[in-house]
C-alpha cells in the first residue's frame, strides 16, 4: 500500500505526504469549480443567444406591421438591425473574453490530473523497491550482489518519482493561487460585456420609443388606435397577468367596441357599458370598422362568430343575473348556465380559484357568484366533463381567461 510518509534513503522520516494530499484536494476543488463554471458560462451563452432570435423576430414582426406610408418606418429598421448587430457583438465577445479564457484555464487540468496519476503510480514503485532493498539488507544471509542490484533499482525509483514530486509540489500551489486572478477576470469581462451591451440597447429602446412616440402623435385618431390594438393582450384577474395564447392567436370573444360602431349619441346598446374585450384579432376588428352601423340583421348576428346575443349573455354575467332561456332550469346543465366555449389553448392554473385547460376541452360557463369578484376579460365556469362525471359546481368551477377560448354554443 502506498504510504502515508515518505521516506528517503538513509534520512529520517518526512512529512511532504500529507502537504501533497492538501495540494491533490485544493486541486480536486478547483477542477469541479472550473467545470461548473465552465457549464453556466456554456448555458448563459444558449440564453443570449435565444434572447436574439426572440428580439429578432419581435423586430420582423414590427417590420411587417409597420405600414410603408407611416412615418418613421425606415428609422425603426434601421433600430432592428443595430439591434441584431448589438446581439451578435455581445454574444461573440462574451465567447472571446469569457468561454474561450475558460476553456484555456481549464486546459492545464487534464495533464496535471495524469500526473498525479502517475506520480501515484511511481510512488508504489519507490516504496517497493525500498522495502526489497532493506530486507535483503536485514536478512541473515546477506547477498552482496542481489545488494548492489536493489540499491541500483532503489535510487532509480527514487529519482523518477522525487522529479515527478517536486514539480508537482511547486505547479498545484501555483495553480491553486490563479484561480482568484482567473474568477476575478472572468466576472469582470461579463459585467463590464454586460453593461455597455444594456447600456447601447438601451439607446436603441429610447430610438424606437421616439419614433413610435412621433408616430402615436401623427396618427392619434380613434381608427388608427382600433387598428394598432394588439390583438393577444389578456387583462390581469386581480394582481395576475396570465400569459397570451401562444402562437398569437387568440380565440374570438364578443369584442363590442370594435365590432359594434358606435350608435348616434342616446342609443342604447346591451353591454355598451363593458370594456373592450382584451382579445379580438385586429383582421376581426378592421372588419367591423368597415361596416356601417345598423345595417347587421337579427338573423345575420345570430349567425356570426360574434352575435348580438353574446353581447346580452355576457352582460347577465356582469350583472350577476340570468336571462330567460339560458338554462337555469334544465337539470344536465349547471344551475345559470349561460352558454359553451372551447379552450383553443393550453392554459396553466396559476392559482386555487382558476380552472386547468387543455386545448379541446369544453367549459360550461355560468355566472359569478358575486359580480363585483370578476375581472375584466375572465368568465367563470365548470369543465363539461367534470360536470357530468361529479354534478358539482363548489369543487370543479374556476374562472379562466377568456381569451384563450371560442365560444361554441
Given at each position: 500500500m502506498m504510504r502515508k510518509v515518505l521516506q528517503k534513503l538513509g534520512k529520517a522520516d518526512e512529512t511532504k505526504d500529507e502537504q501533497f494530499e492538501q495540494c491533490v484536494q485544493n486541486f480536486n476543488k478547483q477542477l469541479t469549480e472550473g467545470t461548473r463554471l465552465q457549464k453556466d458560462l456554456r448555458t448563459y451563452l444558449a440564453s443570449v443567444k435565444a434572447m436574439h432570435e426572440a428580439s429578432k423576430k419581435l423586430n420582423e414582426c414590427l417590420q411587417e406591421v409597420y405600414e410603408p406610408d407611416w412615418p418613421g418606418r425606415d428609422e425603426a429598421s434601421k433600430i432592428a438591425e443595430n439591434n441584431d448587430l448589438l446581439?451578435?457583438?455581445?454574444?461573440?465577445?462574451?465567447?472571446?473574453?469569457?468561454?474561450?479564457?475558460?476553456?484555456?484555464?481549464?486546459?492545464?487540468?487534464?495533464?496535471?490530473?495524469?500526473?498525479i496519476a502517475k506520480r501515484g503510480r511511481k510512488l508504489v514503485d519507490y516504496d517497493s523497491a525500498r522495502h526489497h532493498y532493506e530486507s535483503l539488507?536485514?536478512?541473515?544471509?546477506?547477498?552482496?550482489?542481489?545488494?548492489?542490484k536493489a540499491e541500483e533499482e532503489l535510487i532509480k525509483a527514487q529519482k523518477v518519482f522525487e522529479e515527478m514530486n517536486v514539480d508537482l509540489q511547486e505547479e498545484l500551489p501555483s495553480l491553486w493561487n490563479s484561480r482568484?486572478?482567473?474568477?476575478?477576470?472572468?466576472?469582470?469581462?461579463?459585467?463590464?460585456?454586460?453593461?455597455?451591451?444594456?447600456?447601447?440597447?438601451?439607446?436603441?429602446?429610447?430610438?424606437?420609443?421616439?419614433?413610435?412616440?412621433?408616430?402615436?402623435k401623427q396618427h392619434g385618431?380613434?381608427?388608427?388606435?382600433?387598428?394598432?390594438?394588439?390583438?393577444?393582450?389578456?387583462?390581469a384577474k386581480g394582481n395576475k397577468s396570465p400569459s397570451p395564447p401562444p402562437d398569437g392567436s387568440p380565440a374570438a370573444t364578443p369584442?363590442?367596441?370594435?365590432?359594434?360602431?358606435?350608435?348616434?349619441?342616446?342609443?342604447?346598446?346591451?353591454?355598451?357599458?363593458?370594456?373592450?374585450?382584451p382579445s379580438q384579432p385586429?383582421?376581426?376588428?378592421?372588419?367591423?370598422?368597415?361596416?356601417?352601423?345598423?345595417?347587421?340583421?337579427?338573423?345575420?348576428?345570430a349567425?356570426?362568430?360574434?352575435?348580438?346575443?353574446?353581447?346580452?349573455?355576457?352582460?347577465?354575467?356582469?350583472?350577476?343575473?340570468?336571462?330567460?332561456?339560458?338554462?337555469?332550469?334544465?337539470?344536465?346543465?349547471?344551475?345559470?348556465?349561460?352558454?359553451?366555449?372551447?379552450?383553443?389553448?393550453?392554459?396553466?392554473?396559476?392559482?386555487?380559484d382558476e380552472l386547468q385547460l387543455k386545448a379541446g376541452d369544453v367549459v360550461l360557463v355560468i355566472p359569478f357568484q358575486n359580480p363585483e369578484e370578476q375581472d375584466e376579460g375572465w368568465l367563470m365556469g365548470v369543465k363539461e366533463s367534470d360536470w357530468n362525471q361529479h354534478k358539482e359546481l363548489e369543487k370543479y368551477r374556476g374562472v379562466f381567461p377568456e381569451n384563450f377560448t371560442e365560444r361554441v354554443q
Open positions: 446581439w451578435m457583438d455581445y454574444h461573440q465577445k462574451l465567447v472571446d473574453q469569457a468561454l474561450l479564457t475558460m476553456d484555456t484555464y481549464l486546459g492545464q487540468f487534464p495533464d496535471i490530473k495524469s500526473r539488507q536485514t536478512a541473515k544471509k546477506k547477498d552482496e550482489a542481489k545488494i548492489a482568484v486572478g482567473f474568477y476575478v477576470n472572468t466576472f469582470q469581462s461579463i459585467a463590464g460585456l454586460e453593461e455597455n451591451f444594456h447600456k447601447e440597447m438601451s439607446k436603441l429602446n429610447q430610438n424606437l420609443n421616439d419614433v413610435l412616440v412621433s408616430l402615436e385618431s380613434n381608427t388608427f388606435t382600433v387598428k394598432a390594438q394588439p390583438s393577444d393582450s389578456v387583462p369584442e363590442i367596441r370594435v365590432n359594434h360602431e358606435p350608435e348616434p349619441a342616446g342609443a342604447a346598446t346591451p353591454g355598451a357599458a363593458l370594456p373592450k374585450s385586429a383582421e376581426a376588428s378592421e372588419a367591423a370598422g368597415a361596416q356601417e352601423p345598423g345595417e347587421t340583421t337579427a338573423s345575420e348576428a349567425s356570426s362568430s360574434l352575435p348580438a346575443v353574446v353581447v346580452e349573455t355576457f352582460s347577465a354575467t356582469v350583472n350577476g343575473t340570468v336571462e330567460s332561456g339560458s338554462g337555469a332550469g334544465r337539470l344536465d346543465l349547471p344551475p345559470g348556465f349561460m352558454f359553451k366555449v372551447q379552450a383553443q389553448h393550453d392554459y396553466t392554473a396559476t392559482d386555487t
